[in-house]
C-alpha cells in the first residue's frame, strides 16, 4: 500500500486521531485508517514524542502531533482543499481556535472521561477493546484498570482537578450552547468549508459526544452541534467558499474568541509566566474562580507559537484583526 496512501495509526477513542482523520477525509488525501495495537509504540519507535495519532506518508516518513501534521500536509498538496484560510487574518483566527480546541477543550474532553464512574467504565472499554477487541478475559480486566489508573493519575498534571471542576463545567456548558446557535446560522465556523480550527474544535467535541455524561449533556442541550459533529466527520463531499475577511466573525466565533479570553488566554499566560520563573505551581482567575495546575511546557510552546503568528500577520491583516481581538479581549494576551 505504500507509495500512493498514507496511513494513519490512530485509535477512535483519540481525539487528535478522530480531528486528523476528519482532516484527511474533507481534503480527500488517500489513507488507510489503521486503528488496532499500539499506534504510540510506532511513534516511540520512530524516535517521535509518545503521542497519536502518527502520520506514515506515501514515502514512508513518519510524524506525528496534529498542527504540524496539518500543516505539512498543506505543504505536500498545496491549494487543493486547503483548511487555512486564503486571508491571513481569517488564518490567524482558525489557528487560535484550534489551539483552543487542542489545548483547552481537552482539559474539558480528559475530565468528563476520567472523573465521573461511569465515564471512566466506558473509556476503559473503549481505549482497551480499541487496541484489541479480543483479549483474553484477566488481561482485558488488568489493561483496563492499569490504563484508568494511569490517566485518573494524570488528571492533576492537566488541571483536571475538583476545584477547577466548576470552570471546567462551565466552560463545556458556554461552548455546547455557543457553538449549538453558530452552526445553525453557517455550515462551519469560518466559511461553508471547514477550516483547521473546525477541525481542532471537532476532535475534541466529538470525544465529548460518545463519553456517556458529556455526551447526554450535548444531546439534550445541543442537538444541532451533535449533528454537526457527524457532518465534520465525513466532509469529503463538502465544496465551499470562506467568509469575506471584510465583513465581521460569525457572532459565534467572536462568542469563541470573548470566551478564550477569559478562559484559555488567561491560563495560557499565567503557565507562560509559571515556566519562566520555574515555579512548580501556578494559579489565576478564570470565569470568577481560582484555577490552578502545575505548569505545562508543551502549552508554553502553543502560547509562543500563537504570539509569533499574530506579530508575523502583514500589517493590513493585523490592522483588521486587532480591533476584533481587542475587542473580545484577546489582544492583551497576544
Ligand atoms: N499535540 C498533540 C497531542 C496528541 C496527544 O496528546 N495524543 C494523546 C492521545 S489523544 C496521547 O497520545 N497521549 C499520550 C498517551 O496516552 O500516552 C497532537 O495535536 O497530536
Redesign the pocket.
Known sequence: MSGVFYRLHGLNP????V??RALMRYRRLPFVWDAVGSP?DIAVAAGLP????VLRFPDGRLM????P?AHALEREHPGVRSVIPDDPGLAFVSDLLEDFG?EWLTKIMFHYRWYYAADRAFAQTWVVSSRDPVMAQDVRQATMTAFNDRQVGRMALVGCTEQNRPVIEESYRFVLDTLDRQVRSLPFLLGSRPSLGDFGIYGQLQILSVDPTPAAEMRSRAPDLFCWLMRVDDASGVEGTWIDADESLPQGVTDLLRHAAVTYLPFLHANAQALQEGREAFDVELLGRRYAQAPFR?QGKCYDALRKKFAALPEPSRRRLAPVLEEAGCLRYL
Open positions: 483519540s481525539p487528535y486521531s480531528k486528523m504510540r509518545p503521542v497519536i495519532p506525528n502531533d496534529s498542527t501534521l487542542d508543551y
